[in-house]
């Protein structure tokens, strides 16, 4: 299926190549992908748009609550933006299969975040629910991005099983500790033939660049973006790490060195004289 | 009258169908999705779908989450 969506382009040594993140069928020109929680006020969603430029976002199915009219997310989030609405609040397999079917009768397509959380104090997803679901929701046409731990065997499962993407997490929610597990994260990126999203962990707009220098296709971002005490600068400050990554990414760093190596002429100092 | 429980809470009402309720609500069709019973009840079946004695609902919208 071709790949619908804004197209992003780069100039790669001296030619121009496509750069879009492919998610499912659609091609983004952002690799930001933002979540609406903990905000302070829903008033910030559509300025966090703008200032981020991030085309997706997570949201979570809730009870409606009639006296609390504000709740309702999509009332605030732009036309346009995809949604890709979470599966928290699932213990199981079967728990996130019954989310994600209302969560696509909302009518906002075929994205599902797969979140089955079983440990209630680092919130720790559950690989081998989050796999069974993912098998489901994928044979039913879902565009499947689960959210797990940074294991490269599951990753390769949910491959198999036909996620869309896999969101390993950096550190755990809401933590902002940044990406403690780093090497598991490389292992992941280097054998995926599926996007990497890294999810959840990120505190900085530092650590999403070191992030997408690795190689990372995009990044998740919602505490830090919500936490600070100006999230819509914050949400500037991401886009443009984001970016600021992913170019040094492609530009292929050159290799470290153990010892110094002068980026000045070592010759021609004044006033040296030739030996005779 | 019938009873309901209507997203976790008891609720005593009239006869009448899912949309009916959504609308005595003043829930917006286009952002909520209505089970009945465990299964979806799809938006063109809200007017035909007459709520019954017993019936469990849950009416969800999307909120905040990352």
């Known amino acids: 299926m071709k790949a619908i969506g ?13 750069d879009d993140l492919i998610l499912g069928s659609k091609a983004f020109s952002s690799r930001l992908l933002t979540g609406t929680g903990k905000f302070s006020s829903p008033r910030f969603i559509p300025q966090i748009l703008e200032a981020s430029g991030s085309q997706m976002m997570t949201v979570a199915v809730r009870r409606v609550n009639p006296d609390k009219p504000e709740e309702d997310m999509l009332t ?12 928290s609040g699932a213990r199981t397999a079967q728990e996130a299969v019954r989310i994600a079917r209302i969560a696509r009768e909302m009518g906002c397509g075929d994205f599902i975040k797969i979140e089955v959380i079983t440990d209630m104090k680092y919130l720790l997803p559950d690989g081998e629910e989050t796999l069974a679901a993912t098998a489901i929701l994928a044979k039913e046409g879902f565009a499947v991005l689960p959210y797990i731990q940074p294991d490269p065997v599951l990753c390769r499962k949910l491959e198999e099983a036909g996620a869309a993407a896999v969101m390993p997490l950096a550190a755990p929610i809401g933590s902002l500790r940044g990406l403690r597990c780093r090497d598991m994260l490389e292992m992941i990126i280097e054998a995926s033939r599926v996007p990497v999203i890294v999810d959840a962990g990120i505190g900085k707009s530092s650590h999403a660049a070191e992030a997408m220098e690795m190689g990372a296709d995009a990044v998740l971002v919602n505490t830090a973006i919500s936490a600070a005490q100006d999230p819509v600068l914050m949400s500037r400050a991401f886009a443009l790490a984001v970016q600021a990554g992913r170019f040094g990414y492609l530009a292929k760093a050159g290799a470290e060195r153990p010892v110094a190596v002068a980026s000045s002429p070592l010759t021609g100092f004044l006033g040296a004289t030739r030996a005779a | 009258m019938i009873n309901l429980l209507l997203n976790g809470e008891k609720e005593s009402r009239l006869a009448g169908s899912v949309l009916d309720l959504l609308t005595e609500k003043r829930l917006a069709p286009e952002r909520v999705v209505v089970e009945l019973n465990g299964s979806i009840v799809k938006r063109p079946q809200w007017q035909e779908t007459i709520l019954r004695e017993g019936d469990r609902l849950e009416i969800v919208c999307f909120v905040g989450g990352g």
């Not at chain 1, 804004?6 to 496509?18: A, C, D, I, R, T």
């Open chain 1, 6 to 18: 804004s197209k992003s382009s780069v100039l790669l040594v001296g030619v121009e190549v496509q």
């Open chain 1, 76 to 87: 605030h989030i732009p036309a346009g933006v995809t949604i890709l609405p979470n599966t």
